[in-house]
């Protein structure tokens, strides 16, 4: 225990500063000391217990989403408490991870077929060991494994083997999208000239 916080010491002030920081603007907005406590714990609960936290690398900007969020779910409780309780719920589940707002439309988002004609080339090629560009693809595999990045291999296995989407691949991979996105252009690009 006593080792996970002075690993994580960085961490930990700056989640305290950030709570006394809400505390500060929960209070300069008249808010009573009960209904601040309820947002901030009903919300830690939910987005804890339901998923897991979706969170920024970057401190400043996990900082400001933060601010902004419970800032706005002040104001509501200002107006009504249960209204702003409710919004925490939602955007507690929202922010989980466990939420996926695309399968709220009737239509897929193009990122996740971005890929799709050489993911189903490679799954259709490891799925028949007869194919003749079988033996070609596993020493590509190689190829990618040994001689480029771990990572590119990584997203190679998750977008390109398993269909996982980018967000997917990133949350799995604990890295940005936008690294995933660059890397699995490369290796869409390599599968591109290679079965050709």
Not at 109 to 127: C, F, M, N
Request: charged share 15%.
């Amino acid at each position: 225990m006593i080792k996970n916080i002075t690993k994580n010491w960085v961490s930990i002030l700056f989640n305290v500063a950030e709570i006394i920081i809400l505390f500060g603007i929960a209070l300069s907005l008249g808010l009573c000391l009960r209904t601040i406590i309820i947002i901030m714990v009903s919300w830690t609960i939910v987005r804890n217990v339901i998923g897991v936290g979706l969170h920024y690398k970057a401190w400043y900007l996990c900082g400001i989403w933060t601010i902004a969020i419970f800032v706005s779910l002040f104001v509501v409780a200002r107006l009504d408490f249960v209204l702003s309780l409710i919004l925490t719920l939602f955007a507690a589940l929202i922010l989980s991870g466990r939420a996926n707002l695309c399968d709220t439309f009737l239509f897929k988002p193009s990122g996740q077929t971005r890929y799709r004609k050489e993911i189903d080339t490679v799954q259709a090629i490891l799925k028949d060991s007869n194919h003749p560009m079988y033996n070609t693809l596993l020493a590509h595999e190689k190829l990618i494994l040994y001689e480029g990045e771990q990572y590119m291999h990584e997203v190679y296995t998750h977008i390109f083997k398993n269909g996982l989407t980018l967000n997917e691949t990133a949350r799995l991979m604990d890295i940005e999208t936008t690294y995933v996105s660059r890397a699995g252009n490369l290796v869409q690009w390599g599968l591109k000239t290679l079965l050709k």
